[in-house]
């Protein structure tokens, strides 16, 4: 009983961050068709800005909130240092500008900061565990389950109930044509940057709570995890996103339990081999989004 | 002349120049930059024979230079140094050692069956597909390099391999990298895989089989990558995975797209110039490294300038320098002008 | 209301509109009529700020809109309905009907009582507003763009080939709704193919050949003095 509740909670809690990185390139993904290479930089940049307000002396949530606002800053500041100026030239364009703008924060913050870890301040409860029915259970994980339900209900609303949704959700299916109905296209893409900047901070914060240091390559990993999720889910389908993430997380956690450590080595491989193939089978990974579309 | 001819004579010339000009100076530094520059060349030039015909972005290249660099490291290293080097080696693999120049032929080989065995079903996809699984592929390789440690010693540092590479070896294989890379764009394949990328329907309907076109310039850019990465572990003569990853990654395709992806002109110019920047920025660096008073390393600063530079080709000139025609052409073309104007 | 000045539009090195002038007073319903290929459907997108003009004007209500965006021609007061048919196919028929008010979303009001009156006009849409638009027929699908362009309140629709591809029962219910809202005295831009029909309804027409404007005149004239298929055709 102990074993299945805390298996449960591993995967909800790892698929819940998986879910929410995945959301947050699937929303740009799904408007523009492009990947943003530097979206894993947006973590990183929450995972700073704790750092160095943390000699500050604010309370913890101000810090918080301040590492969410410069996340959305920072994705806001990709839009128009990486995609706008080169939008309409050609899709590889678009790619290498935004891997050169993710290699450009990650030196800047190699620089200008260190190559060292550095410790983040985190509030106690992000170090302390309690026991569900046997189970010894980091309180940080059930912070993550409530965190990812609340945001992905949230997210859900804002798409569904909300005409800003609606219309991104539109742009994201026919970008001229909600345009001809008055969409206005640059404001809805920075919006689209903006809450994947959120996004990202919220899976900064929760993620660095896990590991209590940030370096310049912390966002390398959040990426590949949030490529997988996507194509496991399907690159353009926002609930795909989701459970790619949930999907991804429970194969991890399953071969975390079951595979021996030489062959945990190579979990890279494998789930990066399972992309590929999936791929292959579905070059609009498993879930199909919306039928059409094209870029500005 | 015909103008392919102009374009080969040309760029050789190029890497002529800059290999004897180094070598006369005289000084050791720049004997090894030259040397670098010219490893470069192989990697860069291979990448364009993937890149330039079938405009897809591959970011999986330098994985195959690492298939070439360890290939080579297997079959070079003394067999006396393979028990500290490489302990846990299969056994029929220790006593195998062979010339390095039969090795390098090996590690572009094993690269380039590597590529053709896996890389087919993969050219059907375009786009952002495209690029996620040549990412994919890219940590596949990684993952498999910092973990086969019987062939690879791991993450750690595989050292050993006999320093056989020079000045004139690396500019001889760059000679021939450009001369395939021409050969292969003039060619029936490389002249369909260009009309593709143009319109994929179009060739299609020509009766181009799009997807086989790319594999042949894909096991070509791998061949070409192995080759290189044999090169340079003759050079380096000890390294880790990490050499074979995205901070490398992003160094050729500076490289490449600066220069102009389309273009083998564009692939020569652009490794010259992001070298020639990359070896002066690293010299600031540690000018200012060796000047600051106890405030720290400079690191980074390289990568940043090289960032900047790429995000403002991609805004000024998306084609980079020679974003559409080879040197040959342009010569040819200035030519004809001023004949007809006199 | 809408005047369209030597009008010349560029695709690549290719000039597919060379120079054509035309104009709709209010109230009017005009139609451009030509083959396919002739430069309609690039007329069309280039007013409503799809594509850029390579020279000439186009003004809408004393106004300048050539060199306008997509999203600043519908805020003036032109809405369009390409020939694509462009349904959002995720989102509901309600949804869709609410992005054809976007640009009035703060005027909630304004929208209900427009919305009643689309329902009137389409009542299918009234029944089907909680299905996915990609999940209509064909003729539902074009009743719902325009009902859609509608929601933004125009003072100038552009209709690009409602008919195409529909069944001709179809066809001719379509028809007849672009003529009611003819009579509600919106001023109506409609390109077609089907010729007849669309001169039925027509006060005006423009026949557009190979990038310019060939002949025109009131839906009678064109009918009595143009050798149709000549034109039409290609011929």
Same mark, same amino acid.
């Given at each position: 009983?102990?074993?299945?509740?805390?298996?449960?909670?591993?995967?909800?809690?790892?698929?819940?961050?998986?879910?929410?990185?995945?959301?947050?390139?699937?929303?740009?993904?799904?408007?523009?068709?492009?990947?943003?290479?530097?979206?894993?930089?947006?973590?990183?940049?929450?995972?700073?800005?704790?750092?160095?307000?943390?000699?500050?002396?604010?309370?913890?949530?101000?810090?918080?909130?301040?590492?969410?606002?410069?996340?959305?800053?920072?994705?806001?500041?990709?839009?128009?240092?990486?995609?706008?100026?080169?939008?309409?030239?050609?899709?590889?364009?678009?790619?290498?500008?935004?891997?050169?703008?993710?290699?450009?924060?990650?030196?800047?913050?190699?620089?200008?900061?260190?190559?060292?870890?550095?410790?983040?301040?985190?509030?106690?409860?992000?170090?302390?565990?309690?026991?569900?029915?046997?189970?010894?259970?980091?309180?940080?994980?059930?912070?993550?389950?409530?965190?990812?339900?609340?945001?992905?209900?949230?997210?859900?609303?804002?798409?569904?109930?909300?005409?800003?949704?609606?219309?991104?959700?539109?742009?994201?299916?026919?970008?001229?044509?909600?345009?001809?109905?008055?969409?206005?296209?640059?404001?809805?893409?920075?919006?689209?940057?903006?809450?994947?900047?959120?996004?990202?901070?919220?899976?900064?914060?929760?993620?660095?709570?896990?590991?209590?240091?940030?370096?310049?390559?912390?966002?390398?990993?959040?990426?590949?995890?949030?490529?997988?999720?996507?194509?496991?889910?399907?690159?353009?389908?926002?609930?795909?996103?989701?459970?790619?993430?949930?999907?991804?997380?429970?194969?991890?956690?399953?071969?975390?339990?079951?595979?021996?450590?030489?062959?945990?080595?190579?979990?890279?491989?494998?789930?990066?081999?399972?992309?590929?193939?999936?791929?292959?089978?579905?070059?609009?990974?498993?879930?199909?989004?919306?039928?059409?579309?094209?870029?500005? | 002349?015909?103008?392919?001819?102009?374009?080969?004579?040309?760029?050789?010339?190029?890497?002529?120049?800059?290999?004897?000009?180094?070598?006369?100076?005289?000084?050791?530094?720049?004997?090894?930059?030259?040397?670098?520059?010219?490893?470069?060349?192989?990697?860069?030039?291979?990448?364009?024979?993937?890149?330039?015909?079938?405009?897809?972005?591959?970011?999986?290249?330098?994985?195959?230079?690492?298939?070439?660099?360890?290939?080579?490291?297997?079959?070079?290293?003394?067999?006396?140094?393979?028990?500290?080097?490489?302990?846990?080696?299969?056994?029929?693999?220790?006593?195998?050692?062979?010339?390095?120049?039969?090795?390098?032929?090996?590690?572009?080989?094993?690269?380039?069956?590597?590529?053709?065995?896996?890389?087919?079903?993969?050219?059907?996809?375009?786009?952002?597909?495209?690029?996620?699984?040549?990412?994919?592929?890219?940590?596949?390789?990684?993952?498999?390099?910092?973990?086969?440690?019987?062939?690879?010693?791991?993450?750690?540092?595989?050292?050993?391999?006999?320093?056989?590479?020079?000045?004139?070896?690396?500019?001889?294989?760059?000679?021939?990298?450009?001369?395939?890379?021409?050969?292969?764009?003039?060619?029936?394949?490389?002249?369909?895989?260009?009309?593709?990328?143009?319109?994929?329907?179009?060739?299609?309907?020509?009766?181009?089989?799009?997807?086989?076109?790319?594999?042949?310039?894909?096991?070509?850019?791998?061949?070409?990558?192995?080759?290189?990465?044999?090169?340079?572990?003759?050079?380096?003569?000890?390294?880790?995975?990490?050499?074979?990853?995205?901070?490398?990654?992003?160094?050729?395709?500076?490289?490449?797209?600066?220069?102009?992806?389309?273009?083998?002109?564009?692939?020569?110019?652009?490794?010259?110039?992001?070298?020639?920047?990359?070896?002066?920025?690293?010299?600031?660096?540690?000018?200012?490294?060796?000047?600051?008073?106890?405030?720290?390393?400079?690191?980074?600063?390289?990568?940043?300038?090289?960032?900047?530079?790429?995000?403002?080709?991609?805004?000024?000139?998306?084609?980079?320098?020679?974003?559409?025609?080879?040197?040959?052409?342009?010569?040819?073309?200035?030519?004809?002008?001023?004949?007809?104007?006199? | 209301?809408?005047?369209?000045?030597?009008?010349?539009?560029?695709?690549?090195?290719?000039?597919?509109?060379?120079?054509?002038?035309?104009?709709?007073?209010?109230?009017?319903?005009?139609?451009?009529?030509?083959?396919?290929?002739?430069?309609?459907?690039?007329?069309?997108?280039?007013?409503?700020? %799809?594509?850029?003009? !390579? +020279? *000439?004007?186009?003004?809408?209500?004393?106004? /300048?809109?050539?060199?306008? =965006?997509?999203?600043? @021609?519908?805020?003036?007061?032109?809405?369009?309905?390409?020939?694509?048919?462009?349904?959002?196919?995720?989102?509901?028929?309600?949804?869709?009907?609410?992005?054809?008010?976007?640009?009035?979303?703060?005027?909630?009001?304004?929208?209900?009582?427009?919305?009643?009156?689309?329902?009137?006009?389409?009542?299918?849409?009234?029944?089907?507003?909680?299905?996915? %638009?990609?999940?209509? !027929? +064909? *003729?539902?699908?074009?009743?719902?763009?325009? /009902?859609?362009?509608?929601? =933004?309140?125009?003072? @100038?629709?552009?209709?690009?080939?409602?008919?195409?591809?529909?069944?001709?029962?179809?066809?001719?219910?379509?028809?007849?709704?672009?003529?009611?809202?003819?009579?509600?005295?919106?001023?109506?831009?409609?390109?077609?193919?089907?010729?007849?029909?669309?001169?039925?309804?027509?006060?005006?027409?423009?026949?557009?050949?190979?990038?310019?404007?060939?002949?025109?005149?009131?839906?009678?004239?064109?009918?009595?003095?143009?050798?149709?298929? /000549?034109?039409?055709?290609?011929?």
């Amino acid at each position: 009983m102990a074993f299945t509740i805390q298996f449960v909670i591993d995967v909800l809690s790892l698929g819940g961050a998986y879910a929410l990185m995945a959301l947050g390139l699937v929303i740009i993904y799904g408007i523009l068709r492009l990947v943003n290479f530097a979206y894993g930089e947006l973590i990183m940049v929450a995972g700073y800005t704790l750092y160095l307000t943390g000699g500050s002396g604010l309370p913890w949530i101000v810090m918080a909130v301040l590492a969410l606002a410069m996340a959305v800053v920072f994705g806001i500041f990709t839009d128009y240092a990486a995609f706008r100026p080169v939008r309409a030239k050609s899709v590889t364009a678009v790619l290498i500008t935004s891997f050169a703008f993710s290699n450009l924060l990650q030196n800047a913050a190699l620089l200008f900061i260190s190559p060292r870890p550095r410790y983040v301040p985190l509030p106690e409860i992000f170090s302390q565990t309690v026991v569900i029915a046997g189970a010894i259970t980091p309180v940080r994980n059930l912070l993550t389950i409530a965190a990812s339900i609340v945001l992905l209900a949230a997210v859900a609303f804002l798409m569904r109930k909300t005409t800003l949704g609606i219309a991104m959700r539109a742009a994201a299916s026919n970008f001229t044509m909600a345009r001809m109905l008055g969409v206005p296209a640059n404001l809805i893409i920075s919006l689209a940057f903006a809450l994947s900047g959120f996004l990202a901070g919220v899976v900064g914060i929760l993620w660095i709570g896990r590991i209590g240091t940030v370096v310049p390559g912390i966002g390398l990993e959040p990426l590949l995890v949030a490529f997988i999720a996507t194509v496991i889910g399907g690159m353009r389908s926002l609930p795909g996103a989701v459970i790619g993430g949930f999907l991804l997380a429970f194969i991890d956690t399953t071969l975390n339990y079951t595979l021996s450590q030489d062959l945990l080595k190579f979990r890279d491989a494998f789930t990066f081999g399972l992309v590929i193939l999936i791929l292959l089978w579905r070059p609009d990974g498993l879930i199909k989004g919306p039928a059409s579309g094209q870029r500005t | 002349m015909k103008p392919s001819h102009l374009t080969a004579l040309v760029l050789l010339a190029v890497i002529v120049i800059i290999g004897v000009g180094s070598h006369l100076i005289g000084i050791r530094l720049y004997d090894r930059i030259a040397t670098n520059l010219m490893i470069s060349l192989v990697l860069v030039v291979g990448l364009q024979t993937f890149m330039g015909n079938s405009g897809l972005l591959s970011f999986a290249h330098i994985g195959f230079m690492g298939l070439g660099a360890y290939t080579s490291a297997v079959l070079t290293i003394p067999s006396q140094m393979k028990g500290m080097a490489l302990p846990d080696l299969y056994p029929f693999l220790t006593a195998v050692e062979v010339s390095p120049l039969l090795a390098m032929v090996a590690g572009g080989l094993v690269a380039a069956a590597v590529a053709a065995a896996i890389a087919y079903p993969l050219m059907r996809l375009s786009d952002a597909a495209a690029v996620i699984t040549s990412f994919a592929l890219l940590v596949v390789l990684y993952t498999v390099m910092n973990n086969w440690s019987a062939l690879t010693n791991g993450p750690r540092t595989l050292f050993g391999l006999p320093r056989t590479t020079d000045l004139p070896t690396a500019a001889s294989v760059a000679v021939l990298a450009v001369i395939a890379a021409l050969v292969f764009k003039e060619s029936r394949t490389g002249k369909l895989l260009r009309a593709s990328r143009e319109d994929e329907v179009a060739a299609a309907a020509l009766g181009a089989n799009i997807p086989a076109l790319r594999w042949r310039a894909f096991i070509l850019a791998a061949f070409l990558a192995g080759v290189g990465g044999s090169l340079w572990g003759h050079f380096i003569t000890s390294f880790s995975p990490k050499a074979f990853y995205l901070k490398e990654t992003f160094l050729i395709v500076t490289m490449l797209v600066v220069g102009g992806a389309n273009t083998v002109t564009g692939a020569v110019v652009g490794t010259v110039l992001i070298t020639v920047a990359y070896e002066g920025l690293r010299g600031t660096e540690s000018m200012l490294n060796a000047t600051s008073f106890g405030a720290g390393q400079v690191i980074g600063l390289t990568e940043i300038v090289l960032a900047l530079a790429m995000i403002a080709v991609m805004i000024l000139k998306p084609g980079g320098i020679f974003p559409s025609r080879e040197i040959g052409d342009i010569l040819a073309r200035l030519r004809a002008r001023k004949e007809t104007r006199s | 209301m809408l005047d369209v000045r030597d009008l010349s539009v560029d695709y690549g090195s290719i000039r597919a509109v060379r120079g054509i002038s035309f104009h709709l007073a209010k109230g009017e319903l005009v139609s451009l009529l030509g083959a396919n290929g002739a430069g309609k459907s690039t007329t069309l997108k280039c007013i409503a700020g %799809a594509l850029k003009a !390579s +020279g *000439g004007s186009i003004t809408l209500g004393g106004v /300048a809109i050539t060199a306008s =965006s997509p999203e600043q @021609v519908v805020r003036a007061g032109l809405a369009t309905v390409p020939e694509t048919r462009d349904v959002f196919p995720d989102l509901t028929v309600a949804e869709n009907l609410m992005l054809g008010a976007y640009i009035h979303r703060r005027d909630r009001a304004g929208n209900r009582d427009n919305l009643e009156r689309v329902h009137t006009l389409f009542p299918r849409l009234a029944e089907r507003k909680h299905q996915a %638009a990609g999940t209509l !027929s +064909g *003729g539902e699908q074009q009743m719902l763009v325009i /009902a859609r362009a509608l929601m =933004s309140r125009p003072t @100038v629709l552009l209709l690009d080939e409602p008919s195409l591809g529909l069944a001709p029962a179809i066809v001719d219910r379509i028809f007849e709704m672009i003529d009611t809202l003819k009579r509600t005295g919106l001023t109506i831009f409609l390109v077609e193919q089907n010729v007849n029909q669309a001169l039925a309804l027509a006060d005006r027409a423009y026949v557009l050949r190979l990038g310019k404007i060939v002949a025109s005149g009131t839906a009678d004239e064109i009918r009595s003095t143009t050798d149709l298929s /000549a034109h039409y055709l290609g011929g």
